[in-house]
């Protein structure tokens, strides 16, 4: 009698939930899958995956929170067929199942907490916003469609695709939305999904604190422009583990603001490799810390590990255009052409990076300020050779400081040893 009376007791939360909550809202559509005629969406291709061990060190990241899987409980599950997505937030450890087999389509929606810790979002058919601008609700903002605000302790998981239908933003000159946005929230968990062609980002953490991302698989076609695949802001805490990603712009871009991000056995490539930046844009202070990138697999990238800013690791590389690269020369406007401020880079380390480099550009190329040198630069078991050909290219160095712990193929006789004469001078411009 008295479970009974428990139960009654939570059916009548959940339905003053659904009629009264105000904070989470989704509007759904679902279209059972036809016989003969396939989806709307064309199954994803099934990446190579890398294989690999779990990775032996990590920064405090949250491990998997749900030890017992509530999936696999009939308790706590509400199907959007059925309930939409706001009944499981007043319910501790409630999954919002968006099942196989089902095509969703939602406009520009706000997922926004505080929920019950252990909010689950299983999706395991397909997500997708509409089909295009002309199709986009005039009401709807066009700067975001799916946005998770304020909400801790959540998983995002399943064996489901998130399309992003892309391709009829791509060529305008407005600036699209990204497709997915984790904001002021902390303790996630983004597992298993495939999200492809975005107008923009892919994934966007911003202000959030102890993420773990495992298992995705990110694409986009080669030319979609600035769809990078994960961007991080602002954020601490970070894993980015055992993923393929493949897009138009970065891979993994890295903003202000952050610090404690683990990279590790990630597929890299078509894309513009992995970078930190751009840092400093209009004026403004950027302070990025204790980022490692390790075991992972760059090919057929623009550069590989580039840090970039604006004036005022482990690894393997094919056939990439730029290996190593710092550009503190990366705004070219007449603004910027002027400035004498800039970013203090200090103490990065390259350590046992070994593949292969386009020959048009050199390998590696420090473009350090003139006014703030890079400092603290170290080089070990850097082997880089040409992916065709003979010719090895000279790096490229400007106003770089740093060390080599072993023979550097090719040679780094440009990096200069020690510090710079006005290190005190430098130091001031430290995090």
Not at 376 to 399: H, R, S
Not at 412 to 424: A, M, R, T
């Amino acid at each position: 009698m008295e479970s009974i009376r428990e139960l009654l007791l939570i059916l009548l939360a959940v339905i003053l939930l659904v009629q009264n909550l105000s904070n989470v809202e989704a509007r759904y559509h679902h279209h059972k899958k036809q016989k003969n005629k396939g989806s709307t969406v064309p199954p994803p291709a099934s990446p190579e995956t890398p294989v690999s061990s779990s990775p032996s060190y990590s920064p405090s990241v949250p491990s998997d929170p749900y030890p017992n899987d509530p999936v696999n409980s009939t308790d706590c599950i509400f199907d959007v067929r059925d309930y939409g997505a706001v009944a499981a937030c007043a319910v501790e450890a409630g999954v919002v199942l968006a099942p196989s087999d089902y095509v969703f389509k939602i406009t520009s929606t706000i997922f926004s907490g505080p929920c019950k810790p252990g909010l689950v979002f299983q999706l395991d058919g397909v997500l997708m916003p509409p089909d295009g601008p002309d199709t986009w609700p005039k009401a709807d903002s066009r700067k975001q469609w799916l946005v998770f605000y304020k909400l801790d302790d959540m998983t995002f998981t399943g064996k489901g695709t998130i399309e992003g239908n892309g391709q009829p933003w791509w060529d305008l000159p407005c600036k699209p939305h990204r497709l997915i946005r984790f904001f002021m929230s902390s303790n996630l968990v983004v597992s298993g999904l495939t999200i492809q062609n975005s107008p923009q980002f892919h994934m966007k953490f911003d202000g959030c604190e102890g993420v773990m991302i495992d298992k995705l698989s990110i694409s986009s076609p080669k030319l979609s422009p600035n769809t990078d695949g994960i961007h991080i802001e602002n954020t601490k805490s970070v894993g980015i583990y055992n993923s393929m990603i493949s897009n138009g712009d970065d891979c993994i871009s890295i903003g202000t603001g952050c610090s404690d991000v683990d990279i590790a056995d990630v597929t890299c490539g078509p894309s513009h490799g992995i970078s930190i930046g751009s840092l400093g844009a209009h004026y403004s202070q950027a302070c990025v810390s204790n980022i490692t990138v390790r075991n992972a697999i760059i090919r057929e990238s623009d550069n590989g590990l580039r840090i970039k800013t604006w004036q005022g690791g482990t690894g393997c590389m094919e056939n990439v255009r730029n290996c190593i690269n710092i550009d503190q020369y990366y705004c070219l406007s007449k603004e910027c052409l002027n400035q004498t401020s800039a970013v203090f880079v200090t103490g990065i380390t390259y350590r046992n990076i070994k593949g292969t480099y386009d020959v048009r550009t050199p390998p590696i190329h420090f473009a350090c300020s003139d006014t703030v040198p890079c400092t603290k630069i170290t080089m070990a078991e850097v082997e880089l050779l040409p992916y065709e050909g003979q010719l090895l290219d000279d790096p490229f160095c400007w106003n770089a400081y740093g060390t080599q712990e072993t023979l550097t193929i090719p040679p780094i006789d440009c990096l200069q040893e020690g510090e710079p004469q006005s290190e005190q001078e430098v130091s001031a411009y430290g995090c």
